[in-house]
């Protein structure tokens, strides 16, 4: 028997345009098919072959390709329509007696096409794969009659960047061996986990992709992570501290390969520099679809002048020398492509920010300013506000749902609310040209993703609290009300700090500030305490790098008795809502509710609460030694070790199935790290 006669039913039932009609039997014996209209290309096919996919998960049958329209009785139709190509990745989805059919004005309007009747008709997670909520299997699957047709997004450029993928790069085996003077990335992430990756993105209709922090074309393993988000259509670009795809640490492998180590200078060694750029940009213009990234920066995610000391010593020559560094840019992409409009982006971030907000910079017409965050994700740098839009000029954003150094990371912390105010900002002031989101390994930062990619598509009338409390309600349909509540608990469970109430305990704060303190406390230990003198006033002017990231911790300064008490308060929250994520667990129907849960909420709320309890109890020995009490100093010391002994019975709760090696990567945050660091001071 025809395997597509076991199809089961598919019923519509039509409103609006059609009433009082009975359902409509879809396929029980005709059978049902897809036809692909003309000029497709590989990336629809895919998301093609998802569509197929996801009907055989729901239904049990694969249905098959057909050639033919006319003979399709009934049948889904996948074809472009030039009636849309007016509108930038626009679609249309008409469900009717007999097909369905879905039409797209361009490739990736199509494709997303595609992914909106998957999402909102069949009710598919886009992030399935994450968040372990696969596409059900129904008896009987009903759709309504409509005649859907978007709109454009308001955000252009809509992308990921694969940063600090400490987790993401080791979680599978390696995808290879990367060449790179630097104490991360050795390995490659496995083209398997990205292809992962690069599916959830275009299911969440992003179109961009910076698919790791610094890649270097020339090795295959790397290129291989381009070519696995160039199969879904995704635009690539690059990392903001690599233009023309060229890194320090690019820059210094491709001379050693030819027996030389030159100094990393567009200063001192001009003609190296721009022998890699025009190298590099010949690999990378071999793709299509590529957003260059121009600037100037040293090494690491540093200014250049801490790659070559000798670097100018103003704030005005330093400018000078990145806009001359763009301008050369420019030509180089222009020559190598033969494209006098390529799609070019300056990510203003750190020092680049200040040089702007004091106008020092001249960024090439035809590239887009990209403004930043002075993260984590809570308001822009002062340059976004100082910044008068230009006429025939384009503007976006580049903003953290995760950032190295400060956090989240580890764990979640940016409610879809808070993200929305931001983003909204960018939308109303014109920034809205391109949109990259720092989302790191992925995984932790679930709702924080779903509702990015709904704002960024339509920022008008966007509700941060609506949508979490929908999100709930689809991922945890035994008990939304609850989880929505504990998800509240947690995120309004964060102590803030200034008059934007900036998280000021998240999990990379944490981890520094208690790094500090341990350091303050070996100091007492040898030497005894010495009450801070009060510094002198200066007019040292404070290097621009600092100056512009000056703001990101709202706690500076802050006394250390107050740090305390404002760190026991969020203790105390994420205990209470550690409590609630425990009884709702109970509540839960089915086991995977109760593990995405558990993934994603309880052990994020575990993991700050064992780095609070370890900051916690070093904050308070320091107090107890800076008044030589040292019998409670050193009991408090054995609390903070305590405190980290628990951090791998939470990290394997969340380490099951194919996560199993979720946690091996974890080199940013290090906790083995922290608590071998606090160890050893114990034992002195």
């Given at each position: 028997?025809?395997?597509?006669?076991?199809?089961?039913?598919?019923?519509?039932?039509?409103?609006?345009?059609?009433?009082?009609?009975?359902?409509?039997?879809?396929?029980?014996?005709?059978?049902?098919?897809?036809?692909?209209?003309?000029?497709?290309?590989?990336?629809?096919?895919?998301?093609?072959?998802?569509?197929?996919?996801?009907?055989?998960?729901?239904?049990?049958?694969?249905?098959?390709?057909?050639?033919?329209?006319?003979?399709?009785?009934?049948?889904?139709?996948?074809?472009?329509?030039?009636?849309?190509?007016?509108?930038?990745?626009?679609?249309?989805?008409?469900?009717?007696?007999?097909?369905?059919?879905?039409?797209?004005?361009?490739?990736r309007g199509l494709m997303f096409g595609i992914y909106h009747f998957l999402e909102h008709q069949l009710e598919v997670d886009p992030l399935y794969f994450w968040s372990g909520r696969e596409p059900q299997r129904r008896e009987q699957l009903t759709l309504a009659a409509m005649d859907y047709t978007s709109e454009?997004?308001?955000?252009?450029?809509?992308?990921?960047?694969?940063?600090?993928?400490?987790?993401?790069?080791?979680?599978?085996?390696?995808?290879?061996?990367?060449?790179?003077?630097?104490?991360?990335?050795?390995?490659?992430?496995?083209?398997?986990?990205?292809?992962?990756?690069?599916?959830?993105?275009?299911?969440?209709?992003?179109?961009?992709?910076?698919?790791?922090?610094?890649?270097?074309?020339?090795?295959?393993?790397?290129?291989?992570?381009?070519?696995?988000?160039?199969?879904?259509?995704?635009?690539?670009?690059?990392?903001?501290?690599?233009?023309?795809?060229?890194?320090?640490?690019?820059?210094?492998?491709?001379?050693?390969?030819?027996?030389?180590?030159?100094?990393?200078?567009?200063?001192?060694?001009?003609?190296?520099?721009?022998?890699?750029?025009?190298?590099?940009?010949?690999?990378?213009?071999?793709?299509?679809?590529?957003?260059?990234?121009?600037?100037?920066?040293?090494?690491?995610?540093?200014?250049?002048?801490?790659?070559?000391?000798?670097?100018?010593?103003?704030?005005?020559?330093?400018?000078?020398?990145?806009?001359?560094?763009?301008?050369?840019?420019?030509?180089?992409?222009?020559?190598?492509?033969?494209?006098?409009?390529?799609?070019?982006?300056?990510?203003?971030?750190?020092?680049?920010?200040?040089?702007?907000?004091?106008?020092?910079?001249?960024?090439?017409?035809?590239?887009?300013?990209?403004?930043?965050?002075?993260?984590?994700?809570?308001?822009?740098?002062?340059?976004?506000?100082?910044?008068?839009?230009?006429?025939?000029?384009?503007?976006?954003?580049?903003?953290?749902?995760?950032?190295?150094?400060?956090?989240?990371?580890?764990?979640?912390?940016?409610?879809?609310?808070?993200?929305?105010?931001?983003?909204?900002?960018?939308?109303?002031?014109?920034?809205h040209e391109y949109a990259i989101l720092n989302v790191s390994n992925v995984r932790e930062f679930l709702p924080g993703l779903a509702a990015s990619s709904d704002m960024l598509w339509k920022m008008r009338g966007f509700d941060g609290d609506v949508f979490l409390r929908n999100w709930a309600a689809e991922n945890?349909?035994?008990?939304?009300?609850?989880?929505?509540?504990?998800?509240?608990?947690?995120?309004?469970?964060?102590?803030?700090?200034?008059?934007?109430?900036?998280?000021?305990?998240?999990?990379?704060?944490?981890?520094?500030?208690?790094?500090?303190?341990?350091?303050?406390?070996?100091?007492?230990?040898?030497?005894?305490?010495?009450?801070?003198?009060?510094?002198?006033?200066?007019?040292?002017?404070?290097?621009?790098?600092?100056?512009?990231?000056?703001?990101?911790?709202?706690?500076?300064?802050?006394?250390?008795?107050?740090?305390?008490?404002?760190?026991?308060?969020?203790?105390?929250?994420?205990?209470?809502?550690?409590?609630?994520?425990?009884?709702?667990?109970?509540?839960?129907?089915?086991?995977?509710?109760?593990?995405?849960?558990?993934?994603?909420?309880?052990?994020?709320?575990?993991?700050?609460?064992?780095?609070?309890?370890?900051?916690?109890?070093?904050?308070?020995?320091?107090?107890?030694?800076?008044?030589?009490?040292?019998?409670?100093?050193?009991?408090?010391?054995?609390?903070?070790?305590?405190?980290?002994?628990?951090?791998?019975?939470?990290?394997?709760?969340?380490?099951?199935?194919?996560?199993?090696?979720?946690?091996?990567?974890?080199?940013?945050?290090?906790?083995?790290?922290?608590?071998?660091?606090?160890?050893?001071?114990?034992?002195?």
């Amino acid at each position: 028997m025809d395997l597509l006669k076991l199809l089961p039913l598919l019923l519509f039932f039509f409103t609006a345009c059609t009433t009082n009609k009975a359902d409509i039997d879809w396929g029980a014996d005709a059978g049902a098919e897809i036809v692909l209209g003309a000029g497709l290309t590989a990336p629809t096919l895919l998301a093609v072959e998802d569509l197929r996919s996801d009907l055989e998960k729901i239904t049990g049958v694969r249905p098959a390709l057909a050639a033919d329209p006319k003979n399709c009785q009934p049948c889904i139709v996948i074809e472009r329509d030039s009636a849309l190509a007016s509108g930038w990745e626009r679609y249309r989805i008409e469900i009717g007696a007999d097909r369905i059919r879905i039409s797209g004005g361009d490739e990736r309007g199509l494709m997303f096409g595609i992914y909106h009747f998957l999402e909102h008709q069949l009710e598919v997670d886009p992030l399935y794969f994450w968040s372990g909520r696969e596409p059900q299997r129904r008896e009987q699957l009903t759709l309504a009659a409509m005649d859907y047709t978007s709109e454009s997004p308001d955000f252009k450029y809509r992308g990921w960047f694969i940063n600090d993928e400490d987790l993401l790069t080791e979680w599978m085996d390696s995808g290879g061996k990367r060449n790179i003077r630097y104490p991360f990335y050795g390995d490659v992430v496995n083209e398997k986990a990205m292809d992962h990756v690069v599916e959830a993105a275009v299911r969440l209709r992003f179109n961009l992709i910076i698919p790791a922090s610094f890649l270097d074309i020339k090795n295959p393993p790397e290129r291989a992570l381009l070519d696995a988000a160039a199969r879904r259509g995704l635009f690539l670009s690059m990392h903001h501290i690599e233009p023309l795809g060229v890194s320090a640490f690019t820059y210094q492998n491709y001379w050693k390969a030819r027996g030389e180590e030159p100094l990393f200078s567009f200063y001192s060694a001009r003609e190296k520099v721009e022998t890699t750029w025009r190298e590099y940009a010949r690999e990378w213009a071999q793709y299509d679809n590529v957003i260059w990234q121009v600037g100037l920066r040293g090494i690491g995610d540093r200014p250049m002048w801490m790659a070559d000391p000798g670097t100018p010593q103003s704030d005005a020559e330093r400018a000078s020398l990145i806009s001359e560094a763009m301008a050369l840019q420019k030509k180089i992409i222009t020559e190598t492509t033969g494209d006098e409009n390529p799609i070019m982006t300056t990510t203003l971030w750190a020092e680049g920010a200040y040089f702007n907000q004091h106008g020092l910079l001249r960024i090439p017409r035809g590239v887009i300013t990209v403004f930043a965050d002075n993260n984590p994700g809570w308001h822009w740098q002062p340059d976004f506000y100082a910044t008068e839009r230009e006429p025939g000029r384009q503007y976006g954003v580049y903003y953290h749902h995760q950032v190295w150094g400060w956090g989240p990371h580890l764990a979640q912390a940016i409610p879809p609310r808070q993200t929305a105010q931001v983003l909204g900002e960018a939308y109303t002031s014109g920034a809205h040209e391109y949109a990259i989101l720092n989302v790191s390994n992925v995984r932790e930062f679930l709702p924080g993703l779903a509702a990015s990619s709904d704002m960024l598509w339509k920022m008008r009338g966007f509700d941060g609290d609506v949508f979490l409390r929908n999100w709930a309600a689809e991922n945890f349909p035994s008990a939304p009300d609850a989880v929505h509540r504990a998800y509240l608990a947690y995120f309004d469970g964060y102590a803030g700090f200034g008059d934007r109430n900036m998280p000021g305990f998240l999990d990379g704060q944490t981890k520094h500030e208690g790094q500090a303190a341990l350091k303050r406390i070996r100091e007492i230990l040898a030497n005894g305490y010495t009450p801070p003198q009060e510094s002198p006033q200066t007019n040292k002017k404070a290097d621009p790098f600092h100056a512009a990231l000056a703001g990101a911790d709202p706690k500076k300064g802050l006394p250390l008795a107050e740090k305390t008490a404002r760190l026991a308060t969020q203790i105390a929250h994420f205990q209470s809502a550690d409590s609630l994520s425990s009884v709702i667990l109970t509540q839960l129907a089915t086991d995977q509710e109760r593990q995405l849960l558990s993934d994603n909420l309880r052990t994020h709320i575990q993991l700050q609460l064992a780095l609070g309890h370890w900051l916690h109890a070093l904050l308070r020995a320091e107090l107890a030694l800076q008044h030589a009490d040292e019998n409670s100093g050193k009991t408090l010391l054995a609390d903070a070790v305590e405190a980290l002994l628990a951090v791998e019975n939470i990290k394997a709760g969340a380490s099951h199935g194919k996560w199993q090696h979720w946690y091996r990567g974890d080199k940013k945050m290090n906790l083995p790290g922290l608590l071998e660091e606090t160890q050893k001071l114990v034992g002195e």
